[in-house]
């Protein structure tokens, strides 16, 4: 008897290992077959995090299966989990590094991938598997609140910058998620606005950098978005999930909802979302009727497993990676240092004001020289160990900062936190409220004592954004009435003196300028710079480095003059009324974005696209356009710097259209291309390609690219409207 107990123990013990083959790179079919529908289902939503504090979300394992579960952390401008733990004194700070808005003004792909290299080190060394991000939603409107997170208004720019990110952060064997797909350009009711769009500014503008960053970055995932598309929710969307991103795109990895499902958990899984966020239990429920009630077929399920073991097999917790808990944050910050150096805008410096010996008597003022924001609020946070404001870094370079303003600054910022803590506010109000301090107005009369005891001055202004709620046209995009008196009181004492006044614009979105700017000789713009920014921008004061960053997007003379001015919220907040830019937002100036409209329409703007200033000049040759039998277009131009210290220049490649055909932008940024360091008198010669695909526009009506045939501009710029360079070429049929 006992014998037959054996054998069948031992033949049951057999099937069930047969039954229990242990997940592997090489047998996901394997396992897929051996998975019961329950263990299916629950792969397809989120779990509970563990191995890391803080966190966004997970997804489960499956132990009898050898599937591990993965850890899945934000953000934008840096690992953010938990700083600290119970039961351990060790701290998890993580590095805030440049945000996006700042990367993209660097226009240097390579200088990205450095950046996102060492960020993606520290997902590696923290036990996160994926980090959600990069965030690349166009910059449709300048009250956007995540645009801080965001790239540009210009689709080529955000996509190649997105595709150098996630090429940077997967290089560490971790994943990204490019997020949030599609057309989530606003976020007042964000959870349900419907984005109205024509398929043509689909497919060339709002999907475009995605295509690119699909294409060029190989994103592990995808994050689907809370909105609405043409009245269908995205993260439920065929042909988002399906169409365009797998067959038009050849996408081979996952989506993921955003941190939030709706209703029709079915529907998304059946249109291709794979994993559903944060997780609930409601989700498993629903998925399993819909399987078991053949609303969701057998194949529909096992497309979305296997995409979701596939993933799993690529990530360190699959790889039973000994993450160490100690990436090398000294050096990751002398990377955010160097990254917000290279990427920093200088956008005015008259009569000579800049750079700076570095020794002067500054009057530094503004609560925000020691309120410096070094990212934006949300989950676009990072928990950093520090963040240098102005005051430390220009005494920290050798300044000597006025006394009376620096006591004063600092007294008057102790208040406003005793302030915020007797609210009790605690540091999650920092995370999503950002501290808004405001300035006081400053007498005159203490404006001119200072003036006589300086050489200069330097006014800071800051503006906090974040997701959850867009920015106020008053007090967000416009200086409010004590900043204007400011610049000024300030202005007017200086100059009398002789002296110079500069500007630092430690801003998370786009802000007023042109009622002001000629009032002051220098603007200095660091967007939220990340934990080292403050050094970054002395950096730039002193020359120590020569700025080299240019406009991602258009700073307008007026909101008014925004071609989506009428057609967005003038930030009601995520809660706000009914109706149009809330329940919907028709996306009327179709393809007319950013430079494209001004341009198109010679709207005059404050500073525009891919404009930046530099300390030294440089001059552009004759250009040459050469174009092969297959239509490849290859422009070639030399660039030389004229000017008497080192520098690099961004040339900027448009392409103005043939006449005829379908209605077009006056010029499109087709290519760009970043010098290295060009010492005086250097030249270097850049070469960019484009082929007839990357000159195609879409037709709607034929539901197809074309690229038109006949004489096509080739504009070399130092910014959208600075034409340095152009040729003409001829495109065949
Ligand atoms: C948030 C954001 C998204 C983030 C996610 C997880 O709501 O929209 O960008 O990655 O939830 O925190």
Redesign the pocket.
């Known amino acids: 008897m006992k014998r037959i107990a054996l054998f069948f123990a031992a033949a049951f013990a057999g099937i069930s290992a047969l039954a229990q083959p242990q997940l592997r790179e090489d047998n996901i079919e394997e396992v897929l077959q051996a998975m019961t529908v329950q263990e299916k289902v629950a792969l397809l939503v989120g779990g509970p995090t563990f191995d890391v504090a803080g966190p966004?979300?997970a997804t489960r394992a499956i132990e009898r299966l050898g599937i591990p579960g993965t850890i899945l952390a934000?953000?934008p401008a840096g690992l953010r989990i938990d700083p600290l733990r119970k039961g351990t004194d060790k701290t998890f700070y993580c590095t805030s590094f440049p945000v996006g808005t700042l990367l993209a003004s660097s226009w240097d792909t390579a200088l990205a991938e450095e950046m996102t290299t060492a960020m993606g080190n520290e997902v590696l060394e923290y036990g996160v598997d994926v980090l959600?991000a990069p965030?690349l939603n166009l910059h449709r409107n300048p009250l956007c609140g995540r645009n801080f997170e965001y790239f540009s208004e210009d689709p080529l720019l955000s996509g190649k910058m997105a595709a150098a990110y996630v090429r940077g952060v997967q290089s560490n064997g971790v994943g990204t998620s490019i997020?949030?797909y599609a057309a989530n350009n606003q976020e007042t009711r964000r959870d349900y606005n419907d984005a109205q769009i024509s398929e043509r500014a689909l497919r060339e503008l709002y999907l475009r950098n995605f295509e690119i960053a699909v294409k060029e970055g190989k994103p592990w995932t995808v994050?689907s978005s809370?909105n609405r598309l043409n009245g269908e929710y995205t993260q439920q969307s065929n042909y988002l999930l399906t169409q365009v991103l797998r067959d038009d795109w050849g996408f081979d990895g996952i989506v993921m909802t955003?941190?939030?499902c709706k209703d029709g958990t079915v529907a998304s899984a059946k249109a291709g979302n794979d994993l559903m966020e944060p997780g609930r239990q409601v989700e498993i429920d629903r998925i399993l009727e819909a399987v078991n009630n053949g609303t969701i077929s057998q194949e529909e399920l096992d497309r979305n497993v296997r995409n979701m073991l596939k993933y799993i097999v690529k990530t360190p917790h699959f790889r039973g990676y000994k993450f160490s808990n100690a990436p090398d944050l000294a050096a990751h910050a002398k990377v955010a240092r160097k990254a917000a150096e290279e990427s920093i805008i200088l956008l005015q410096n008259n009569n000579g004001a800049l750079p700076l010996k570095g020794t002067e008597k500054v009057a530094l003022y503004g609560v925000s020289s020691i309120n410096f924001l070094s990212c934006g609020t949300?989950?676009g946070h990072v928990n950093m160990a520090y963040s240098v404001n102005m005051q430390d870094a220009l005494s920290g370079a050798g300044f000597t900062l006025d006394e009376e303003l620096t006591t004063y600054y600092k007294a008057y910022g102790q208040y406003l936190e005793a302030v915020r803590l007797i609210n009790g506010k605690d540091y999650r109000d920092d995370w999503w409220n950002g501290r808004k301090w405001k300035d006081e107005e400053l007498p005159v009369s203490a404006i001119t004592r200072q003036a006589g005891n300086n050489d200069l001055a330097i006014i800071v202004l800051n503006r906090q954004a974040g997701?959850g709620s867009d920015r106020k046209l008053d007090p967000d995009f416009e200086l409010t009435g004590v900043e204007q008196k400011l610049i000024l009181d300030v202005s007017q004492a200086y100059h009398a003196l002789g002296k110079k006044v500069v500007v630092i614009l430690n801003v998370a979105g786009v802000v007023e300028t042109a009622s002001w700017k000629n009032k002051v000789d220098a603007i200095v713009l660091p967007w939220t710079p990340g934990q080292e920014g403050a050094n970054a921008v002395t950096d730039i004061l002193t020359g120590k480095v020569n700025p080299s960053g240019k406009l991602p997007m258009t700073f307008p003379l007026n909101y008014v003059d925004v071609p989506s001015a009428t057609n967005f919220p003038d930030g009601l907040g995520a809660n706000g009324d009914k109706g149009k830019n809330i329940d919907y937002t028709k996306y009327e100036e179709d393809i007319f974005v950013g430079y494209r409209y001004y341009i198109s329409a010679g709207v005059p703007v404050s500073y525009p696209f891919g404009y930046g200033l530099s300390y030294t000049e440089f001059s552009y040759s004759r250009p040459m356009v050469k174009v092969s039998g297959k239509g490849e277009v290859t422009a070639t131009v030399t660039v030389t710097n004229t000017g008497s210290v080192a520098g690099k220049e961004v040339v900027e490649l448009y392409i103005s259209a043939p006449e005829g055909g379908l209605k077009k932008p006056q010029r499109e940024l087709k290519a760009f291309a970043k010098t290295k360091a060009l010492a005086p008198g250097e030249s270097q010669t850049i070469t960019m390609t484009l082929t007839p695909y990357d000159l195609a526009s879409y037709n709607q009506d034929a539901s197809a690219w074309e690229t038109a045939p006949g004489t096509y501009t080739a504009l070399f710029g130092a910014s959208s409207t600075d034409i340095k360079a152009t040729a003409k070429f001829k495109l065949a049929k």
């Open positions: 966004a979300g934000d953000g959600l965030g997020k949030h994050m809370y955003d941190w939030g949300g989950s997701e």
